[in-house]
T-cell receptor, first 114, second 117 residues
């Protein structure tokens, strides 16, 4: 079974631009979560989607948004990029929203904002 | 508040040494899950283990073992006879079960393990 895939793997943008990252979950998984990883703040939860609905959101500004499609694929968007948005963005999928389901992570998208 | 603390930022050992990675968590909830993930240089987080708050049995998987103690709010991870391939950053994480399962993983800052030949 294929794992979680994320595209693109690397991205370079400039301040003020916007960016869209994509995540395809493991087949049959309906929940997708996004995390931001930076050297200073570590791994921080962004949001989780289940059945096209946002279930939970972390403490990030409104510039960070996401959505999930009917095939469970998810995208996250960051508008008006800032230097501090440079990070590794990780997507994770799990079978459903039950608490005991482990999350499987993708390889991440490394975003650099210049 | 919920929190995960991994006090060891970096650990360096020589191959075949045993090493223990510490994890201390804070939560007021009675139902929760604890996880360990490994992050090799490639960046992908690899799931290692899940433990729920009602199961304090220790677990062994090959060279890996985990010690869960609710009395001290700790979930430590031991690698026996470490190998160079074990070099990675290891994360401990806490998952809250808010009756509806609206939760997310709260990660520690990670421990970077370097195993030298």
């Amino acid at each position: 079974k294929a794992g979680v895939t994320q595209t693109p793997r690397y991205l370079i943008k400039t301040r003020g631009q916007q960016v869209t990252l994509s995540c395809s979950p493991i087949s049959g998984h309906r929940s997708v979560s996004w995390y931001q990883q930076t050297p200073g703040q570590g791994l921080q939860f962004l949001f989780e989607y289940f059945s096209e609905t946002q279930r939970n959101k972390g403490n990030f500004p409104g510039r960070f948004s996401g959505r999930q499609f009917s095939n469970s694929r998810s995208e996250m968007n960051v508008s008006t990029l800032e230097l501090g948005d440079s990070a590794l963005y990780l997507c994770a999928s799990r079978r459903d929203k039950a608490a005991n389901n482990e999350q499987f992570f993708g390889p991440g998208t490394r975003l650099t904002v210049l | 508040a919920q929190k995960v603390t991994q006090a060891q930022t970096e650990i360096s050992v020589v191959e075949k040494e045993d090493v223990t990675l510490d994890c201390v968590y804070e939560t007021r909830d009675t139902t929760y899950y604890l996880f360990w993930y490994k992050q090799p240089p490639s960046g992908e987080l690899v799931f290692l283990i899940r433990r729920n708050s009602f199961d304090e049995q220790n677990e062994i998987s090959g060279r890996y073992s985990w010690n869960f103690q609710k009395s001290t709010s700790s979930f430590n991870f031991t690698i026996t006879a470490s190998q160079v391939v074990d070099s990675a950053v290891y994360f401990c994480a806490l998952y809250m079960n808010y009756g509806g399962s609206q939760g997310n993983l709260i990660f520690g800052k990670g421990t970077k393990l370097s195993v030298k030949p």
